[in-house]
């Protein structure tokens, strides 16, 4: 398992001055931000190394063989290398630098050899990133879906997993945390069961990598996705895990510069993983903002983290129980720092807008997850997530912003 790098104890106050718009005020009050499932605030070493690199050294990458153009190939490797050690790949060539979580998943199905009545198996607790770009396999090459159910707090039937899988599947394809439920899946188990059958899997792990230790290696998974703009980093970036083997199998998703060998008139050869990938100039500064934020990340008690943000879901659950016109959806006692949540004759559109007024951010809708909200019943929820920086006071808050918005709303 890949060791968390703890250098400085957990302060909350310390690492929230860390972040400068966290400073700012909303509508008259003190940002409280419980977004950051959707997208989180970024600290002062990210928005710094991206803006010295175009400051001080930027130029593009790989085929350059000036001082500006070796510097910068050196911080955008340097970022891939970060990322390898953070999920501990096995080596470098197995990351490929993406747009984001949808990016790498689009990736790995375009790469699939997918013929009519080959099999896909998802679960219904999916973000649309990973369910969309099987659709479309579905819809251009006859692929079929077959959903794993789910219990009511996100729990998976492993039995009902195996039963999914035949000599069809061409791949597994389920989240590592659910950006719902905040569930997480049993990953090893997942790959274990496929592997036994020959089958490969994705986790998508944009969530888990935030809020949980991932280790590529030890959980033996065939391709991961992950995100920067969730994990304090910039958007626009993600990354593609994928054994060293496979993606070397992998037909070129896009074609361009940087992913080929040879180019003549009459033939063309492709480049080594992860170049073959990575078509056209890649999203250089974000890259380096990615490997900033993950070694920011690094740098702090990561076990002090999952320790404060439990105390912030828990705390979160616990207030919301107490109301008896709120409906938590997922209460799994392992789950991440995400709580979803209903209330009585409130949609969950007016509640978030209220709470903004408040200076509450929170998110409300579908959550890109449709098929579970069929699953839950409901066509929305309103969700808080948390983050590192957010305080317990801040709970408190929030559950008096709900109140507020209850008077309003009856």
Same mark, same amino acid.
Not at 117 to 127: A, K, N, R, T
Not at 322 to 333: D, T
Not at 353 to 375: E, F, K, N, T
């Given at each position: 398992?890949?060791?968390?790098?703890?250098?400085?104890?957990?302060?909350?106050? /310390?690492?929230?001055?860390?972040?400068?718009?966290?400073?700012?005020?909303?509508?008259?009050?003190?940002?409280?931000?419980?977004?950051?499932?959707?997208?989180?605030?970024?600290?002062? /070493?990210?928005?710094?190394?991206?803006?010295?690199?175009?400051?001080?050294?930027?130029?593009?990458?790989?085929?350059?063989?000036?001082?500006?153009?070796?510097?910068?190939?050196?911080?955008?490797?340097?970022?891939?290398?970060?990322?390898?050690?953070?999920?501990?790949?096995?080596?470098?060539?197995?990351?490929?630098?993406?747009?984001?979580?949808?990016?790498?998943?689009?990736?790995?199905?375009?790469?699939?050899?997918?013929?009519?009545?080959?099999?896909?198996?998802?679960?219904?607790?999916?973000?649309?990133?990973?369910?969309?770009?099987?659709?479309?396999?579905?819809?251009?090459?006859?692929?079929?879906?077959?959903?794993?159910?789910?219990?009511?707090?996100?729990?998976?039937?492993?039995?009902?997993?195996?039963?999914?899988?035949?000599?069809?599947?061409?791949?597994?394809?389920?989240?590592?945390?659910?950006?719902?439920?905040?569930?997480?899946?049993?990953?090893?188990?997942?790959?274990?069961?496929?592997?036994?059958?020959?089958?490969?899997?994705?986790?998508?792990?944009?969530?888990?990598?935030?809020?949980?230790?991932? $280790?590529?290696?030890?959980?033996?998974?065939?391709?991961?996705?992950?995100?920067?703009?969730? @994990?304090?980093?910039?958007?626009?970036?993600?990354?593609?895990?994928?054994?060293?083997?496979?993606?070397?199998?992998?037909?070129?998703? !896009?074609?361009?510069? !940087?992913?080929?060998?040879?180019?003549?008139?009459?033939?063309?050869?492709?480049? !080594?993983?992860?170049?073959?990938?990575?078509?056209?100039?890649?999203?250089?500064?974000?890259?380096?903002?990615?490997? /900033?934020?993950?070694?920011?990340?690094?740098?702090?008690?990561?076990?002090?983290?999952?320790?404060?943000?439990?105390?912030?879901?828990?705390?979160?659950?616990?207030?919301?129980? !107490?109301?008896?016109?709120?409906?938590?959806?997922?209460?799994?006692? $392992?789950?991440?720092?995400?709580?979803?949540?209903?209330?009585?004759?409130?949609?969950?559109?007016?509640?978030?807008?209220?709470?903004?007024?408040?200076?509450?951010?929170?998110?409300?809708?579908?959550?890109?997850?449709?098929?579970?909200?069929?699953?839950?019943?409901?066509?929305?929820?309103?969700?808080?997530?948390? /983050?590192?920086?957010?305080?317990?006071?801040?709970?408190?808050?929030?559950?008096?912003?709900?109140?507020?918005?209850?008077?309003? @709303?009856?």
């Amino acid at each position: 398992m890949n060791a968390p790098l703890i250098r400085r104890p957990f302060d909350v106050e /310390a690492l929230r001055a860390e972040f400068p718009i966290l400073g700012r005020d909303v509508n008259g009050r003190p940002l409280v931000y419980f977004d950051n499932a959707a997208s989180a605030q970024k600290p002062e /070493a990210v928005i710094e190394a991206m803006a010295n690199a175009m400051r001080g050294s930027y130029a593009n990458v790989h085929r350059g063989l000036h001082t500006l153009a070796n510097e910068t190939t050196e911080a955008f490797e340097a970022a891939r290398t970060t990322v390898a050690r953070f999920i501990n790949a096995p080596t470098t060539d197995s990351i490929v630098f993406t747009k984001g979580g949808t990016h790498a998943i689009n990736i790995v199905a375009a790469g699939l050899d997918v013929q009519p009545g080959d099999e896909i198996v998802l679960s219904v607790m999916e973000h649309h990133s990973n369910i969309v770009p099987w659709h479309m396999l579905r819809e251009r090459k006859g692929a079929v879906l077959k959903w794993l159910d789910i219990d009511d707090d996100g729990g998976i039937d492993l039995e009902a997993l195996d039963a999914l899988i035949t000599s069809r599947t061409k791949i597994v394809a389920i989240t590592h945390m659910s950006n719902v439920l905040g569930a997480k899946t049993p990953a090893a188990e997942i790959v274990r069961i496929a592997h036994t059958k020959g089958v490969p899997v994705l986790l998508d792990g944009c969530q888990a990598t935030v809020h949980s230790h991932v $280790d590529v290696t030890a959980l033996d998974v065939d391709f991961y996705a992950l995100t920067g703009h969730k @994990l304090y980093g910039p958007t626009g970036i993600g990354v593609l895990y994928g054994k060293r083997d496979l993606l070397a199998a992998m037909p070129p998703f !896009e074609g361009g510069g !940087e992913m080929i060998d040879v180019v003549e008139r009459e033939r063309v050869t492709y480049n !080594e993983p992860p170049h073959r990938l990575e078509a056209g100039t890649p999203p250089i500064l974000e890259a380096i903002g990615l490997g /900033a934020a993950i070694s920011w990340f690094q740098s702090q008690d990561r076990i002090a983290i999952e320790q404060h943000e439990a105390a912030l879901r828990d705390r979160a659950m616990a207030a919301l129980r !107490e109301l008896n016109w709120v409906k938590l959806h997922g209460q799994a006692p $392992d789950k991440g720092a995400i709580v979803a949540f209903s209330v009585e004759g409130a949609h969950p559109h007016d509640l978030a807008q209220i709470l903004d007024r408040q200076g509450v951010a929170i998110r409300a809708g579908h959550h890109c997850a449709q098929p579970l909200m069929q699953r839950l019943g409901v066509s929305a929820t309103a969700r808080a997530s948390f /983050a590192c920086y957010n305080r317990l006071d801040e709970i408190d808050v929030f559950i008096e912003a709900l109140h507020k918005a209850r008077r309003l @709303l009856s």
